[in-house]
């Protein structure tokens, strides 16, 4: 597709795959942009309860994790392309998971914080193909040095997660004591606010920049997007950020999926209308989330393992088990049908 063509239907904010405010404020990540004023005051906390809060992550997050499985097991072609990953990874997360469960005392902890400190990973990941994936579909060029910028800005909430948060990040391979010594807890206090700075300041000082040297600016999204992942982790302490921005990343994650989707079945032939093969998608995603996130942990409970340490690391290994599998399933260089929708 020429530029020209790529261009044709794009607004500021990108050449959308619905429209503007389903991409930007979902997508994109405008709409958590919008919800931390309100999930930062303590008036608005003390009415969510933790009913609300768990339908909401069965409703975005726990969904979320099942429709990478769901998209591997319903793309034409994966279990001829990818052996391992829809026959032999399963079985290898299963045997793994069981070993951790067994003895959990030893080898709990390290898959926990394993999954923890790869989570903002992921989500600095799904940031940058995120943003790549606009910039191509808007028609705008990327030479690599303006890729290297957009990575590292997009990296930048993955560094200062890992350097800040307790029990996991940094504090895995080096000792939390050590680094809460007179001679080194300056310095990391330094080196975290030095990095809350630049990730605050990543998005328009990138814009800025991608508009200088190429003489054109960048989608709108694409500042959205890095701003959107990066705000969760500077103003919330590590774990609430990761309650909370699981639940956008989730919605992110589901709207993306449910265009892609809906516009490969249609592609194939389907009748159906996208949003009916979006809802029929989102119905699988449920139920296998709740197979998964609840009856998984019951069904270890009932051979005599805790309920606990159970739920725990069931839930990082399905984290893992989706970050693994999302390397393959959003590839665009080497999937047709991907590109395909990433130009459509």
Same mark, same amino acid.
């Given at each position: 597709?020429?530029?020209?063509?790529?261009?044709?239907?794009?607004?500021?904010?990108?050449?959308?795959?619905?429209?503007?405010?389903?991409?930007?404020?979902?997508?994109?990540?405008?709409?958590?942009?919008?919800?931390?004023?309100?999930?930062?005051?303590?008036?608005?906390?003390?009415?969510?309860?933790?009913?609300?809060?768990?339908?909401?992550?069965?409703?975005?997050?726990?969904?979320?994790?099942?429709?990478?499985?769901?998209?591997?097991?319903?793309?034409?072609?994966?279990?001829?392309?990818?052996?391992?990953?829809?026959?032999?990874?399963?079985?290898?997360?299963?045997?793994?998971?069981?070993?951790?469960?067994?003895?959990?005392?030893?080898?709990?902890?390290?898959?926990?914080?394993?999954?923890?400190?790869?989570?903002?990973?992921? %989500?600095?990941?799904?940031? %940058?193909?995120?943003?790549?994936?606009?910039?191509?579909?808007?028609?705008?060029?990327?030479?690599?040095?303006?890729?290297?910028?957009?990575?590292?800005?997009?990296?930048?909430?993955?560094?200062?997660?890992?350097?800040?948060?307790?029990?996991?990040?940094?504090?895995?391979?080096?000792?939390?004591?050590?680094?809460?010594?007179?001679?080194?807890?300056?310095?990391?206090?330094?080196?975290?606010?030095?990095?809350?700075?630049?990730?605050?300041?990543?998005?328009?000082?990138?814009?800025?920049?991608?508009?200088?040297?190429?003489?054109?600016?960048?989608?709108?999204?694409?500042?959205?997007?890095?701003?959107?992942?990066?705000?969760?982790?500077?103003?919330?302490?590590?774990?609430?950020?990761?309650?909370?921005?699981?639940?956008?990343?989730?919605?992110?994650?589901?709207?993306?999926?449910?265009?892609?989707?809906?516009?490969?079945?249609?592609?194939?032939?389907?009748?159906?209308?996208?949003?009916?093969?979006?809802?029929?998608?989102?119905?699988?995603?449920?139920?296998?989330?709740?197979?998964?996130?609840?009856?998984?942990?019951?069904?270890?409970?009932?051979?005599?393992?805790? %309920?606990?340490?159970?739920?725990?690391?069931?839930?990082?290994?399905?984290?893992?088990?989706?970050?693994?599998?999302?390397?393959?399933?959003?590839?665009?260089?080497?999937?047709?049908?991907?590109?395909?929708?990433?130009?459509?």
């Amino acid at each position: 597709m020429s530029q020209a063509a790529a261009m044709v239907g794009a607004s500021r904010w990108g050449r959308c795959f619905v429209g503007p405010l389903f991409d930007v404020a979902l997508i994109g990540g405008g709409l958590s942009v919008v919800a931390i004023p309100l999930l930062s005051s303590a008036p608005a906390m003390s009415v969510i309860d933790l009913g609300l809060l768990s339908a909401a992550l069965l409703a975005a997050n726990s969904a979320h994790f099942a429709a990478s499985t769901v998209r591997l097991y319903t793309k034409p072609g994966a279990l001829r392309d990818w052996p391992f990953v829809t026959c032999g990874l399963p079985l290898a997360v299963l045997a793994t998971l069981t070993l951790c469960i067994a003895f959990s005392d030893r080898l709990g902890p390290h898959l926990y914080a394993l999954a923890f400190t790869w989570s903002p990973f992921h %989500y600095a990941a799904q940031a %940058y193909g995120l943003s790549t994936m606009y910039c191509s579909r808007s028609g705008y060029r990327l030479e690599p040095r303006d890729r290297h910028l957009l990575y590292a800005a997009c990296l930048l909430p993955f560094a200062y997660s890992f350097s800040s948060a307790a029990g996991v990040g940094l504090e895995w391979f080096v000792s939390a004591d050590w680094l809460a010594s007179p001679a080194v807890a300056p310095i990391r206090g330094a080196w975290v606010a030095a990095l809350g700075v630049l990730t605050l300041a990543a998005p328009a000082a990138l814009f800025t920049r991608l508009r200088s040297s190429n003489g054109a600016a960048p989608p709108w999204i694409v500042s959205v997007l890095i701003l959107s992942n990066g705000l969760w982790w500077v103003i919330f302490p590590y774990f609430s950020a990761f309650a909370w921005a699981t639940v956008f990343h989730g919605v992110q994650y589901l709207a993306i999926v449910f265009v892609f989707h809906a516009r490969e079945r249609r592609a194939a032939g389907s009748v159906a209308s996208g949003p009916l093969l979006a809802l029929r998608f989102y119905a699988s995603c449920l139920a296998l989330a709740y197979a998964l996130f609840h009856a998984l942990p019951i069904g270890y409970t009932a051979l005599g393992f805790g %309920y606990s340490e159970s739920v725990l690391l069931v839930v990082a290994m399905i984290n893992i088990h989706h970050f693994i599998v999302d390397r393959y399933i959003w590839r665009v260089r080497n999937d047709p049908r991907n590109a395909a929708v990433v130009g459509s």
